[in-house]
């Protein structure tokens, strides 16, 4: 069963860039019919969506966050990372990874796995 | 803009049933969406994919209690038999050309 866990600092400093490892194990990250995500949580707060990465190397990400965001892929770690730069309080959260299945869909479609979630500190 | 509207919380006793609302913006009325079920301090679940004729896919594991149903702009996860673990916060997800969208969550609370 693919699982996914999340790793990286906890702690990041205001005006620096928070960096987060996204790493697959028990299946492929190498395959069209699923995407990456990134989705993050504040503390006593609903779930917002941060981004997506696709195997044809397209990304989406929130516009609300586009201008600070970046995703990657390393396939031969079957890892996928975030990059959220120039962050402030507003950016602590629970950042959880995800798969996501595109059921047909060119892009988007339900995301099917979750990684448990990594907390980030902004302070 | 793709937006989902959630009712904050609901309330139902043990063994009773619950149907939860998400409801589709205009223009996206015939949105595809998924449900997620967030236990406390745990991470988010997947628990079905449902699309605007009724239709839905379920995860893997998830028990027969849980169905859905659609009309118009509304999506709803019915929970039958309630459970104490079933107590969690759901939420409903779209997408619309690679961009994706959260509803703000409904608390569930068995009484």
């Known amino acids: 069963q693919l699982q996914l866990q999340e790793s990286g600092p906890g702690l990041v400093k205001p005006s620096e860039t928070l960096s987060l490892t996204c790493t697959v194990s028990?299946?492929?990250?190498?395959?069209?019919?699923?995407?990456w995500g990134w989705i993050r949580q504040p503390p006593g707060k609903g779930l917002e969506w941060i981004g997506s990465?696709?195997?044809?190397?397209?990304?989406y990400y929130n516009p609300s966050l586009k201008s600070r965001v970046t995703m990657s892929v390393d396939t031969s770690k079957s890892q996928f990372s975030l990059k959220l730069s120039s962050v402030t309080a507003a950016d602590t959260a629970m950042y959880h990874c995800?798969?996501?299945?595109?059921?047909?869909?060119?892009?988007?479609?339900?995301?099917?796995?979750w990684g448990q979630g990594t907390m980030v500190t902004v302070s | 803009q793709l937006v989902l509207t959630q009712s904050p919380s609901a309330s139902a006793s043990l063994g009773a049933s619950v149907k939860l609302t998400c409801t589709l913006n205009s223009g996206h009325s015939t949105y595809a969406i998924a449900w997620h079920q967030q236990q406390p301090e745990k991470g988010p679940r997947y628990l079905m994919k449902?699309?605007?004729?009724?239709?839905?896919s379920k995860g893997d594991g998830i028990p027969d209690r849980f169905s859905g149903s659609s009309s118009g702009a509304e999506r709803y996860l019915t929970i039958s038999s309630l459970q104490s673990e079933d107590e969690a916060d759901y939420y409903c997800?779209?997408?619309?050309?690679?961009?994706?969208?959260f509803g703000g969550g409904t608390k569930l609370t068995v009484l």
């Open positions: 028990g299946g492929s990250i190498s395959s069209s019919s699923y995407y």
């Open positions: 449902l699309n605007s004729d009724g239709s839905q």
């Open positions: 990465l696709y195997y044809s190397g397209s990304t």
């Open positions: 995800a798969r996501g299945d595109k059921g047909g869909y060119t892009y988007g479609g339900t995301i099917d796995i």
């Open positions: 997800q779209t997408w619309d050309a690679g961009i994706q969208a």
